[in-house]
Protein backbone atom coordinates (compact mmCIF):
# COMPACT_ATOMS: atom_id res chain seq x y z
CA UNK A 1 0.00 0.00 0.00
CA UNK A 2 1.36 3.65 -1.19
CA UNK A 3 0.95 6.38 0.88
CA UNK A 4 1.30 10.38 -0.19
CA UNK A 5 3.46 11.86 1.62
CA UNK A 6 3.54 15.77 1.45
CA UNK A 7 5.95 18.59 1.77
CA UNK A 8 5.68 21.72 3.62
CA UNK A 9 3.45 23.35 0.84
CA UNK A 10 1.10 20.47 0.95
CA UNK A 11 2.23 19.13 -2.34
CA UNK A 12 3.09 15.68 -2.95
CA UNK A 13 7.11 15.25 -2.24
CA UNK A 14 7.21 11.47 -2.27
CA UNK A 15 5.52 7.83 -1.61
CA UNK A 16 5.77 5.71 1.25
CA UNK A 17 5.48 1.91 1.32
CA UNK A 18 3.16 0.88 3.83
CA UNK A 19 1.59 -2.20 5.43
CA UNK A 20 -1.10 -3.82 3.24
CA UNK A 21 -2.37 -5.54 6.41
CA UNK A 22 -2.64 -1.97 8.64
CA UNK A 23 -3.50 0.32 5.50
CA UNK A 24 -5.50 -1.88 3.30
CA UNK A 25 -7.70 -3.96 4.69
CA UNK A 26 -11.82 -3.80 4.09
CA UNK A 27 -13.95 -1.55 6.28
CA UNK A 28 -16.10 -3.44 8.64
CA UNK A 29 -18.75 -0.85 10.19
CA UNK A 30 -20.05 -3.40 12.44
CA UNK A 31 -16.44 -4.34 14.33
CA UNK A 32 -15.64 -0.04 14.37
CA UNK A 33 -18.91 0.31 16.20
CA UNK A 34 -18.17 -2.08 18.72
CA UNK A 35 -14.44 -0.66 18.98
CA UNK A 36 -16.03 2.90 19.37
CA UNK A 37 -18.74 2.18 21.60
CA UNK A 38 -16.23 -0.16 23.83
CA UNK A 39 -13.67 2.42 24.08
CA UNK A 40 -16.50 5.18 24.70
CA UNK A 41 -18.20 2.62 27.43
CA UNK A 42 -14.68 1.60 29.27
CA UNK A 43 -13.91 5.91 30.09
CA UNK A 44 -17.13 6.20 31.75
CA UNK A 45 -17.42 6.49 35.46
CA UNK A 46 -19.80 5.42 37.94
CA UNK A 47 -20.35 8.58 40.21
CA UNK A 48 -24.02 8.88 40.16
CA UNK A 49 -25.73 7.38 43.24
CA UNK A 50 -29.66 6.83 44.00
CA UNK A 51 -30.99 5.40 46.98
CA UNK A 52 -33.40 2.39 47.00
CA UNK A 53 -36.58 2.04 49.55
CA UNK A 54 -34.16 0.83 52.46
CA UNK A 55 -32.41 3.95 52.34
CA UNK A 56 -34.72 6.92 51.93
CA UNK A 57 -35.62 8.08 55.05
CA UNK A 58 -39.29 7.76 55.47
CA UNK A 59 -41.79 6.82 58.52
CA UNK A 60 -42.71 2.94 58.86
CA UNK A 61 -45.83 3.52 59.38
CA UNK A 62 -48.36 2.35 57.35
CA UNK A 63 -50.17 4.63 55.60
CA UNK A 64 -53.69 3.90 56.18
CA UNK A 65 -55.29 0.33 57.27
CA UNK A 66 -55.21 -2.48 54.99
CA UNK A 67 -59.01 -2.40 54.17
CA UNK A 68 -62.00 -0.34 53.92
CA UNK A 69 -60.95 2.21 52.08
CA UNK A 70 -61.68 2.22 48.88
CA UNK A 71 -57.40 2.80 47.94
CA UNK A 72 -55.37 0.45 47.08
CA UNK A 73 -53.09 -1.31 49.72
CA UNK A 74 -49.75 0.18 50.83
CA UNK A 75 -47.55 -0.39 53.44
CA UNK A 76 -44.76 2.17 53.39
CA UNK A 77 -44.56 5.90 52.07
CA UNK A 78 -41.07 5.12 50.85
CA UNK A 79 -42.40 2.57 48.75
CA UNK A 80 -40.79 3.20 44.62
CA UNK A 81 -44.35 3.66 43.81
CA UNK A 82 -44.77 6.77 45.86
CA UNK A 83 -43.50 10.18 44.75
CA UNK A 84 -39.75 10.60 47.32
CA UNK A 85 -39.31 6.52 47.30
CA UNK A 86 -37.06 4.95 46.53
CA UNK A 87 -35.98 3.61 43.10
CA UNK A 88 -35.83 0.31 41.97
CA UNK A 89 -32.76 -0.70 40.25
CA UNK A 90 -30.84 2.52 41.76
CA UNK A 91 -27.75 3.68 40.43
CA UNK A 92 -24.68 2.64 42.14
CA UNK A 93 -20.72 4.16 42.23
CA UNK A 94 -19.96 0.58 42.18
CA UNK A 95 -21.34 0.18 38.56
CA UNK A 96 -18.85 -1.21 36.24
CA UNK A 97 -19.63 -0.24 32.39
CA UNK A 98 -16.51 -1.55 30.94
CA UNK A 99 -16.37 -4.04 27.99
CA UNK A 100 -13.45 -6.36 26.74
CA UNK A 101 -12.37 -5.66 23.77
CA UNK A 102 -9.90 -8.79 22.13
CA UNK A 103 -6.47 -7.42 21.28
CA UNK A 104 -6.82 -9.28 18.10
CA UNK A 105 -9.91 -7.59 17.03
CA UNK A 106 -8.38 -4.26 18.78
CA UNK A 107 -6.19 -4.68 15.93
CA UNK A 108 -8.31 -5.56 12.89
CA UNK A 109 -10.56 -2.47 14.03
CA UNK A 110 -7.92 0.01 14.33
CA UNK A 111 -6.28 -1.61 10.83
CA UNK A 112 -9.71 -1.02 9.57
CA UNK A 113 -10.10 2.55 10.46
CA UNK A 114 -7.05 3.58 8.88
CA UNK A 115 -7.57 1.91 5.94
CA UNK A 116 -10.38 4.10 5.26
CA UNK A 117 -8.91 7.24 6.21
CA UNK A 118 -6.26 6.69 3.39
CA UNK A 119 -9.27 5.35 0.86
CA UNK A 120 -11.04 8.45 1.81
CA UNK A 121 -7.75 10.78 1.41
CA UNK A 122 -8.07 11.76 5.00
CA UNK A 123 -4.61 10.61 6.19
CA UNK A 124 -2.31 12.90 5.59
CA UNK A 125 1.63 11.53 5.63
CA UNK A 126 5.00 14.38 6.71
CA UNK A 127 8.10 13.31 7.10
CA UNK A 128 7.93 15.23 10.08
CA UNK A 129 6.22 18.14 12.08
CA UNK A 130 7.64 20.35 14.66
CA UNK A 131 8.08 24.19 15.10
CA UNK A 132 11.00 26.19 16.64
CA UNK A 133 8.62 27.60 20.00
CA UNK A 134 5.77 27.33 21.00
CA UNK A 135 3.57 29.77 19.41
CA UNK A 136 -0.01 28.89 18.01
CA UNK A 137 0.42 31.54 15.50
CA UNK A 138 3.53 29.33 14.43
CA UNK A 139 1.66 26.22 14.09
CA UNK A 140 -1.04 27.67 12.70
CA UNK A 141 0.72 28.93 9.98
CA UNK A 142 2.41 26.10 8.96
CA UNK A 143 -0.92 24.01 8.65
CA UNK A 144 -2.35 26.51 6.66
CA UNK A 145 0.56 26.56 4.21
CA UNK A 146 -0.35 22.40 4.11
CA UNK A 147 -3.62 23.13 3.41
CA UNK A 148 -4.75 21.60 6.97
CA UNK A 149 -7.04 24.15 8.11
CA UNK A 150 -9.87 23.04 10.19
CA UNK A 151 -10.72 19.79 11.94
CA UNK A 152 -7.70 18.37 12.43
CA UNK A 153 -5.63 15.30 14.39
CA UNK A 154 -1.63 15.07 14.70
CA UNK A 155 -0.10 12.09 15.37
CA UNK A 156 3.47 11.99 16.15
CA UNK A 157 6.30 9.13 17.56
CA UNK A 158 7.13 11.07 20.58
CA UNK A 159 4.90 13.89 21.80
CA UNK A 160 7.37 17.05 20.94
CA UNK A 161 6.90 19.92 24.15
CA UNK A 162 7.22 23.01 21.51
CA UNK A 163 4.31 21.31 19.22
CA UNK A 164 2.06 20.61 22.30
CA UNK A 165 2.63 23.60 23.57
CA UNK A 166 1.28 25.42 20.24
CA UNK A 167 -1.60 23.17 19.49
CA UNK A 168 -3.28 23.92 22.78
CA UNK A 169 -5.36 26.77 21.51
CA UNK A 170 -6.47 25.71 18.59
CA UNK A 171 -9.93 24.27 19.20
CA UNK A 172 -10.43 21.71 16.45
CA UNK A 173 -6.70 20.37 16.59
CA UNK A 174 -5.57 17.99 18.81
CA UNK A 175 -1.71 16.19 19.03
CA UNK A 176 -1.45 13.06 20.47
CA UNK A 177 1.41 10.83 20.68
CA UNK A 178 1.44 7.40 18.22
CA UNK A 179 0.62 4.94 21.09
CA UNK A 180 -2.39 7.21 21.88
CA UNK A 181 -3.96 6.90 19.21
CA UNK A 182 -7.24 5.76 19.89
CA UNK A 183 -10.77 5.04 17.71
CA UNK A 184 -13.14 7.60 18.86
CA UNK A 185 -10.41 10.00 17.65
CA UNK A 186 -9.43 9.10 14.65
CA UNK A 187 -13.28 8.63 13.95
CA UNK A 188 -13.87 12.02 15.11
CA UNK A 189 -11.34 14.46 12.93
CA UNK A 190 -11.63 15.48 9.18
CA UNK A 191 -8.29 14.96 8.72
CA UNK A 192 -5.63 13.11 10.22
CA UNK A 193 -1.84 14.32 10.00
CA UNK A 194 1.12 11.50 10.86
CA UNK A 195 4.47 11.27 10.12
CA UNK A 196 6.81 8.39 8.80
CA UNK A 197 7.78 7.56 12.26
CA UNK A 198 4.76 7.11 13.35
CA UNK A 199 3.44 5.38 10.45
CA UNK A 200 6.06 3.07 11.42
CA UNK A 201 4.77 2.46 15.32
CA UNK A 202 1.37 1.84 14.22
CA UNK A 203 3.21 -1.05 11.72
CA UNK A 204 4.75 -2.16 14.87
CA UNK A 205 1.62 -2.01 16.76
CA UNK A 206 -0.90 -3.46 14.95
CA UNK A 207 0.30 -4.66 12.23
Do not use: C
Not at 99 to 118: D, H, T, Y
Not at 123 to 133: C, M, Q, R
Amino acid sequence: MELKVINEQGLEAAKLQASDLLFGREFNEALVHQLVVAYQANGRSADSKQKDRSEVRHTTTKPWRQKGTGRARAGSNGSPLWRGGGRIFPNSPEQNYSQKVNKKMFRAGMAAILSELARQDRLVVVDDIAVDAPKTKLFSQKLKSMGLEGNLLVITDALNENLYLSSRNLPNVLVLEAQEADPVSLVRFAKVLVTKSAIAKFEEMWG
